[in-house]
């Protein structure tokens, strides 16, 4: 609940019982027929082989792959979709602009400093 004052305003937040932090790789989507921004948000990896098999070698470890079978591909896994107004698409690129450009200068100053 936001608390009103004179010339301001104070947001207090509560992080959902459900609340995790999801790395991010990027998004897809596009513009709805709405006129609404769709992102849905995704993570991408290496594809994980179905099946591999090993070479035993005589003392019972395992030696050389003779196989792998399937999912050679990068998978995507979509973890959820922002619909997002055309301002908040906005205000939300402002800010993860600004948010890069402050791990950017940060960086900069630490190889800056470690140079000197």
Known sequence: MAEIMSNSVTFEYDLS?????????????????????????YHERAGIPEK???????DGTLGELLAQEGKDAIHRRVF????????????????????AAEIESRSMRVSHDKVN
């Open 17 to 41: 019982p459900d609340y995790e932090v999801i790395p991010i790789s990027g998004a897809v989507g596009g513009v709805t027929a709405e006129g609404m921004v769709l992102a849905n948000v």
């Open 52 to 58: 591999h098999r090993f070479r035993v070698n005589p």
């Open 80 to 99: 959820f979709g922002l619909y997002l107004t055309p301002g908040v698409a906005r205000s939300l690129a402002r800010w993860l602009n600004e948010k």
